[in-house]
């Protein structure tokens, strides 16, 4: 009885798109290039509209970042004494790209808003807004820390 040979085109597409998904991610999609311009682009977004955008201003006192002249995420991310409500905003909008890479910038530059806003909260405003443990958070600053694509300024939050 002749063996059938496994190919492509008797692979069931179902579990062909798995595979795909599982060896794709935002490494391989974009350059360091491309991540220092995405970060420099969000970092330069209106903090308010983009997370008003996605639901997550609506607790939020908008008048209080007019007030302290907040207006984008670097605003905010290296401002003396940012609201830290916000960071856990910035936080949260983070999140959602990092779980379904689909939405929002890539994971990459996800992460960097992401634990960029934990430390600026503990620094600045000595609070812990996250439930990660301290070794992983410890992990998280590492990571980014190793990122050549990072721009001198958001380099120095974490340093």
């Known amino acids: 009885?002749?063996?059938t040979q496994s190919t492509v085109y008797n692979t069931d597409p179902s579990q062909l798109l798995r595979m795909m998904e599982?060896?794709?991610?935002?490494?391989?999609?974009?350059?360091?290039?491309?991540f220092a311009s995405i970060l420099r682009h969000q970092m330069a977004a209106s903090v308010v509209e983009d997370l008003g955008a996605m639901g997550l201003t609506n607790d939020l006192d908008c008048e209080a970042l007019s007030r302290r002249d907040i207006r984008t995420f670097g605003d905010l991310l290296h401002h003396e004494e940012p609201p830290v409500e916000w960071l856990i905003a910035v936080k949260d909008f983070a999140k959602k790209p990092m779980d379904d890479p689909d939405r929002?910038?890539?994971?990459?530059?996800?992460?960097?808003?992401?634990?960029?806003?934990?430390?600026?909260?503990?620094?600045k405003c000595s609070k812990r807004i996250t439930q990660l443990a301290a070794k992983a958070a410890r992990e998280g600053v590492e990571?980014?820390?190793?990122?050549?694509?990072?721009d001198e300024g958001t380099r120095g939050l974490f340093e």
Do not use: N
Not at 24 to 33: I, N, Q
Not at 104 to 123: C, E, H, T
Not at 143 to 150: A, F, G, S
């Open 143 to 150: 990571w980014v820390l190793r990122r050549e694509w990072l």
């Open 22 to 34: 599982d060896s794709m991610d935002s490494t391989c999609l974009w350059t360091d290039r491309d």
């Open 1 to 3: 009885m002749p063996r």
């Open 104 to 123: 929002g910038v890539p994971k990459d530059v996800a992460m960097v808003l992401y634990f960029g806003s934990i430390v600026v909260a503990q620094r």
